[in-house]
């Protein structure tokens, strides 16, 4: 017993040394994940912000001009400029020039002083369908308020009071407070699966895995030593990106820390299990790269990080169940912003346990088949 | 043998060693067919951000006429899942843990509430955690109760009159199908993947090997070893155009309005600016390692998240918006959307074609520059 445990160490800290020895390598591993955290963290938004609109106004009323104002004014849009004819609309909205042309005809006033309805067209680029979901959305919202206030003050009957949604967790529902917990996830499994699939195809291909062979090893004992780096790595990483989630981006860490980490710890274990996987498959470092991304890129996408799984046929959604990132996703999300702490978050740690398991039980077994 | 027969010997010998390589190493294959493919089918069938069948719980305190006919409304919406509940506080539990992801409550004094003016009738809360969903699923909500209180009040004698009415027209996308601008910005990502990263890797591996010394011993001249190793890797990326551009009609009836002309010379274009970025990427490192990570982070990643591909450019905080002016994807996604959705729309195709162009050059001029047929 005590034999393995040195064996374990030697072979754990020859990885490690292995990984972080090559300045390059060391390189990768710190910079771009900072990188990416920062201008991901603030490019990855569904928000609208300063999107720009023309305006097209026929009737030139006050009753136009201060509906106009109510449009301007809000942060959503910038005001790119008037247009006083109709065939300024199409080369506006074909070039991207703006994105919605709002277009208020000549009877505006007439219509809204003499108590019939005003119609305001809006014409809007749908080539981004979700943001110009959102466009008319936030328009809707400013018409509604300008309708109450505009029967206020003409004392006319207020229309029905409009509908207050309100958002728990994320009063202002600000997109960043959904991503950027998400990219703890993401990149930590993105750094863990790189460097563990690769670890056993460099030696492979260099052809020390063979020198393995000849030492007292077993394979159980590979597969710790291998995973060491990996699991370190990974939690550091995440760590790291979780400070800075909390002090940069001042997201608000409503739940309980431990949990989040005891996940954290389940989650990359699971990275370095698919992996070890990848990497007893693979015989070149292509190979290992070319298994980490294929288990990566739909691990990201179907894991519910940007668009949600409720989304997805149902089909899909099953297959959303061996993917490790989407147990942790809720662990994060549900921290952070819901407040979650153990008992809500320990039924999400069994599924997280089960793939570490499977992968690493079949990472064993092909690596006594493969030395075999 | 003259000059110029001996460089088309060399490179015709290149490009069949080259393409060779490709042929019989089936990881090169899978990133240059199966990735996409993979892709495809994700992006096709398993992204959406249009929300269908939201569940939502609708409490009811007080079931009368008027709280069934909205109740009615909501089972008959193909946008809502609706599930009854007696009490607010089943709801809260129930959207706490994630069954449900709104509430709608009609209070027991719903029907007397209806057209007053100071507070509406029904109390909506939404799981605000996924901020753009909470969104829609309020735009939607907002605009089922809208049109039942316009038809409930018609039917009471009196006409509900907004002083202001919208008339909304969305262009290019009428039905408003997330699928049809992610699936054509999907391409970008595709050829990224092909031009910058199996490139980048593939000419590392050859350092790393040893074999590019090999190379160097012999007549060929180092353009005609650059040339002979792009050309099938253009030949795969254009490949991959090509799949996604049928699987993208045929399986997800996504509209081509522009030209097919138009989009594969834009493409060519791109190609050209992936193989320039993989080469620079390759040069600079010199182990397949650094190469794939380099290539994971300044090309797939960029074009992935800064491309205007998913998420909207314009909202992003300025400094950002800069940044994404350096990432040769965002002019291809740029041109790929108005190509599919709108059409040739000249100004949008030349200007960003314009910028394509230049990366090109500063790449392949760079890589150029850095390439020495010398040993260190």
Do not use: C, N
């Given at each position: 017993m005590k034999h393995s445990l040195q064996r374990i160490i030697a072979l754990a800290a020859k990885e490690l040394l292995a990984v972080l020895k090559d300045k390059r390598s060391r390189i990768v591993l710190i910079g771009p994940p900072i990188l990416q955290l920062l201008i991901f963290g603030y490019a990855a938004t569904f928000d609208l912000n300063n999107v720009p609109i023309a305006v097209y106004n026929e009737d030139r009323s006050a009753a136009s001009r201060e509906f106009i104002a109510h449009v301007i004014n809000s942060p959503s849009f910038t005001l790119h400029g008037y247009i006083d004819s109709e065939h300024q609309i199409t080369p506006l909205i074909d070039n991207r020039d703006v994105l919605m042309v709002m277009h208020i005809g000549p009877r505006f006033a007439a219509n809204l002083l003499s108590g019939r309805s005003a119609s305001v067209q809006l014409l809007i680029d749908g080539r981004n369908s979700n943001t110009a979901l959102l466009a008319q959305g936030y328009v809707g919202n400013i018409v509604r308020d300008f309708n109450i206030d505009w029967a206020k003050r003409h004392n006319r009957p207020a229309p029905p009071a409009t509908v207050t949604v309100r958002p728990w967790f994320n009063a202002n529902l600000v997109s960043r407070w959904f991503i950027v917990p998400g990219l703890v996830g993401v990149l930590s499994m993105v750094i863990t699966t790189i460097v563990t699939a690769l670890s056993v195809a460099r030696e492979r291909e260099a052809g020390t895995f063979d020198q393995l062979l000849v030492t007292p090893l077993r394979p159980i004992e590979i597969l710790i030593g291998k995973s060491f780096p990996g699991i370190l790595i990974g939690v550091l990483e995440g760590s790291f990106i979780l400070a800075m989630a909390i002090y940069w981006f001042d997201i608000p860490l409503r739940g309980s820390l431990g949990a989040l980490y005891l996940g954290m710890f389940f989650f990359v274990l699971s990275g370095v299990g698919v992996g070890l996987m990848i990497s007893s498959l693979a015989l070149t470092q292509q190979q290992a790269m070319l298994g980490a991304f294929l288990f990566m890129v739909p691990a990201v996408i179907l894991s519910g990080f940007a668009t949600p799984i409720e989304n997805m046929p149902y089909a899909v959604q099953l297959l959303t169940y061996a993917d490790p990132l989407r147990y942790f996703l809720i662990i994060l999300r549900g921290v952070f912003l819901e407040g979650y702490s153990y008992d809500l978050v320990s039924r999400y740690y069994w599924p997280m346990l089960i793939i570490a398991f499977v992968t690493l039980s079949f990472a064993t077994w092909l690596f006594r088949h493969r030395m075999n | 043998m003259t000059p110029a027969a001996a460089t088309r010997m060399r490179l015709r010998a290149m490009i069949r060693k080259e393409s060779l390589q490709v042929l019989r190493d089936p990881s090169s294959i899978a990133i240059a067919i199966v990735l996409p493919l993979v892709l495809l089918l994700l992006f096709g069938y398993g992204v959406s951000l249009d929300a269908k069948h939201v569940r939502i719980a609708l409490v009811v305190e007080h079931a009368d006429a008027n709280t069934a006919s909205l109740t009615g409304a909501f089972q008959h919406s193909e946008y809502f899942l609706p599930v009854e509940f007696q009490n607010i506080q089943q709801a809260e539990r129930s959207l706490e843990a994630h069954e449900v992801d709104g509430i709608v409550w009609l209070r027991n004094d719903f029907s007397s509430r209806l057209l007053l003016a100071d507070d509406a009738a029904i109390g909506v809360f939404v799981n605000g955690v996924d901020a753009n969903q909470a969104r829609i699923t309020q735009g939607y909500i907002e605009g089922l109760w809208q049109t039942w209180l316009t038809s409930y009040a018609r039917d009471h004698g009196h006409e509900l009159k907004m002083p202001v009415v919208l008339q909304p027209r969305i262009w290019f996308n009428p039905a408003v199908n997330s699928r049809n601008f992610l699936v054509p910005g999907l391409i970008a990502i595709i050829m990224t993947l092909t031009g910058a990263m199996l490139t980048s890797m593939v000419v590392a591996?050859?350092?790393?090997?040893?074999?590019?010394?090999?190379?160097?011993?012999?007549?060929?001249?180092?353009?005609?070893?650059?040339?002979?190793?792009?050309?099938?890797?253009?030949?795969?990326?254009?490949?991959?155009?090509?799949?996604?551009?049928?699987?993208?009609?045929?399986?997800?009836?996504?509209?081509?309005?522009?030209?097919?002309?138009?989009?594969?010379?834009?493409?060519?274009?791109?190609?050209?600016?992936?193989?320039?970025?993989?080469?620079?990427?390759?040069?600079?490192?010199?182990?397949?390692?650094?190469?794939?990570?380099?290539?994971?982070?300044?090309?797939?990643?960029?074009?992935?998240?800064?491309?205007?591909?998913?998420?909207?450019?314009?909202?992003?905080?300025?400094?950002?918006?800069?940044?994404?002016?350096?990432?040769?994807?965002?002019?291809?996604?740029?041109?790929?959307?108005?190509?599919?959705?709108?059409?040739?729309?000249?100004p949008v195709l030349l200007s960003n074609s314009a910028a394509l162009l230049l990366m090109m050059l500063l790449f392949l001029g760079i890589a150029r520059r850095n390439a020495r047929k010398r040993l260190d």
């Open positions: - | 591996r050859e350092w790393e090997r040893g074999t590019m010394e090999v190379l160097m011993v012999t007549p060929i001249r180092l353009w005609e070893i650059t040339v002979g190793k792009l050309v099938p890797y253009f030949v795969l990326g254009m490949g991959g155009m090509l799949l996604t551009l049928a699987m993208a009609q045929l399986l997800f009836k996504v509209p081509l309005q522009g030209s097919f002309l138009v989009l594969t010379a834009t493409s060519a274009l791109y190609m050209m600016v992936a193989l320039g970025m993989g080469l620079l990427i390759s040069s600079v490192a010199r182990s397949q390692f650094v190469a794939g990570q380099v290539a994971l982070v300044a090309t797939f990643l960029p074009a992935f998240m800064l491309s205007g591909f998913i998420f909207h450019i314009g909202s992003m905080p300025e400094p950002v918006q800069i940044i994404t002016h350096i990432v040769p994807a965002r002019y291809f996604v740029a041109i790929l959307q108005t190509v599919f959705m709108a059409g040739d729309i000249w």
